[in-house]
């Protein structure tokens, strides 16, 4: 638990900008595919979760925007763009 | 009549900067969108440059770059579960001008590069995010970004690893978990004096390390660090393919967590203030994965076109990225001269990439990525080293074995097949 706690301290000193909507999406119907189960693993910034109930959840703020999820769960699950202009994480360091 | 660019530039990358740089100083008119607040605001390195084979393609920007140290020590550490090997190396020419290499943070250096860019004639407008090409009787005509339609002779994809542009082009399709890998790092401010002291260094000198084995749970990848100005750079680099199979399931956040737990690492970092988390996607499946790379009125460059490359002791992606921007502006340069963007014209790209280092490297490089896809040299390996080691320096309560037959017993016939095997893979690289 310690672990997610500190990950989620570490998202909090990057700079996001809100967007007005998520630019990723699990597709309707898919919350429970087994692709999106990847996505728990893969995630640098952790925000896909899995549920009890074997449905996967996706928070989107802290999303990095770095491309992992896309790839390894697809398009057929994930419904994937970039936040629109100016909005999403602004690396002050990168 | 509406304005019409000669190139429009997707993405203020470093190959977008040096796209819109050498097109701009050409008195081309440019234009470079870049969906962050600023140029650098997406991208992220590990990270470090190597200016030898890019140097002469941009000879007047090297000396106010903004950098943060030349690399003077190299440093690979085998790391296996309590235990760990190092191998570092000073060498005179590392010390020497024009240094071969230095870390970069690119929040820093890609928004200088754009401002030289800008100087030169190129137009940027930041947070415009490109949404979609025009194409019309299967040619790009230029791209859709928040509402606007903006047309150009020719459309430069630079929109990094994951490049929806080129996908939307028809040049590549979306890629396999096993041509990429996750790279996810912690810049850590600490005290410069400090820095120097723990890695024994002066002044502008600068450490890099890489660390494999036991870091990333025998998953194909390593760690990294960089020693900045300032802060250092560590993270690690994981196949997202290893990543996502599980066995052992980890996830990736935690890998970095005890990375750092790591005695080796701890000590290095102990003080200091993490003030940044950042992630990308590496596109690390080498010579075949790269897409193709130019159309009808398109050309792709950088991360987008795949144009990174890890060959275990050193992973490249920044030259490839400035040398392919730079590239596909000439190629711009000489279609424009005739009057004709068609894919058979800027097929000239493809050429004189052929004849640069970026092929030559893909080229000589292209058995890396099956090579290093070895899960052997991720456990087993830095376990084996260790332990002789361990065992080479033990003094036991009683009297030492002879130091032969220390290292001998690890070294069975069947172990010494299973390395020459392995060798002869790794031989290919």
């Given at each position: ?94 | ?20 740089y050498t097109l701009a100083r050409e008195g081309l008119e440019v234009l470079l969108l870049e969906r962050g607040d600023y140029p650098g605001a997406k991208n992220v390195t590990g990270g470090r440059i190597y200016l030898n084979p890019i140097r002469e393609l941009f000879p007047d920007l090297w000396k106010k770059a903004p950098f943060e ?239 990174s490359l890890n060959i275990g002791v050193t992973v490249r992606g920044m030259e490839y990225a400035m040398a392919s921007g730079y590239y596909a502006a000439q190629a711009v340069i000489q279609a424009k001269a005739r009057e004709d963007f068609s894919a058979a014209s800027l097929a000239s790209y493809e050429s004189m990439l052929n004849e ?74």
């Amino acid at each position: 638990m310690s672990e997610i706690l500190g990950l989620k301290a570490k998202l909090g000193l990057d700079v996001f900008k809100h967007d007005k909507e998520p630019h990723i999406k699990i597709k309707p119907g898919m919350e429970k595919d087994p692709r999106l189960k990847r996505a728990v693993l893969v995630c640098p910034a952790g925000l896909y979760e899995e549920k009890e109930d074997g449905r996967v959840e996706l928070t989107i703020d802290g999303c990095l925007e770095c491309g992992t999820c896309r790839i390894a769960c697809g398009t057929e699950v994930l419904e994937w763009y970039y936040p629109s202009g100016g909005a999403g994480v602004q690396f002050r360091f990168g | 009549m509406e304005e019409k660019f000669d190139a429009i530039i997707v993405g203020a990358g470093l190959a977008g900067l040096s796209a819109a740089y050498t097109l701009a100083r050409e008195g081309l008119e440019v234009l470079l969108l870049e969906r962050g607040d600023y140029p650098g605001a997406k991208n992220v390195t590990g990270g470090r440059i190597y200016l030898n084979p890019i140097r002469e393609l941009f000879p007047d920007l090297w000396k106010k770059a903004p950098f943060e140290r030349h690399i003077s020590q190299e440093g690979v550490s085998i790391m296996a579960g309590e235990r760990s090997l190092n191998l570092s190396y000073r060498g005179e020419e590392l010390e020497q001008e024009p240094y071969q290499s230095y870390s970069i943070l690119r929040a820093k250096f890609d928004r200088w590069l754009s401002k030289q860019a800008e100087r030169k004639g190129a137009m940027l407008v930041s947070r415009s995010r490109v949404d979609d090409l025009i194409i019309e009787n299967g040619r790009v005509e230029g791209v859709y970004a928040g509402g606007d339609e903006l047309r150009s002779q020719v459309v430069i994809a630079c929109d990094g690893v994951l490049s929806l542009m080129a996908e939307k082009a028809g040049l590549r399709k979306p890629g396999s978990a096993r041509q990429y890998g996750v790279g996810f790092k912690e810049v850590i401010e600490l005290d410069s004096a400090l820095i120097n002291e723990r890695f024994g260094l002066e002044g502008d000198e600068g450490a890099a390390r890489l660390y494999m084995g036991e870091v990333t749970k025998g998953k194909f990848g390593g760690g990294f660090l960089y020693t900045n100005k300032e802060s250092i750079s560590l993270g690690i680099v994981v196949g997202i393919h290893d990543l996502m199979e599980g066995a052992p399931a980890i996830q990736a956040p935690v890998l970095l967590d005890e990375f750092k737990q790591r005695p080796e690492i701890a000590r290095l970092i102990k003080g200091g203030e993490t003030v940044e988390y950042s992630a990308h996607v590496i596109p690390e499946g080498g010579l075949k994965a790269l897409t193709k790379l130019y159309g009808e009125g398109i050309l792709v460059a950088g991360d987008a076109a795949g144009f990174s490359l890890n060959i275990g002791v050193t992973v490249r992606g920044m030259e490839y990225a400035m040398a392919s921007g730079y590239y596909a502006a000439q190629a711009v340069i000489q279609a424009k001269a005739r009057e004709d963007f068609s894919a058979a014209s800027l097929a000239s790209y493809e050429s004189m990439l052929n004849e640069s280092f970026v092929m030559q490297d893909f080229k000589n490089f292209s058995a890396a990525p099956e090579a290093l896809d070895n899960h052997r040299i991720y456990t087993h390996y830095p376990e084996l080293l260790g332990n002789i080691m361990r065992d080479m320096y033990s003094i036991p309560p009683g009297s030492k074995e002879r130091l032969y037959p220390t290292a001998k017993k690890y070294l069975g016939t069947g172990e010494l097949w299973a390395m020459f095997k392995d060798l002869r893979k790794v031989m290919k690289i």
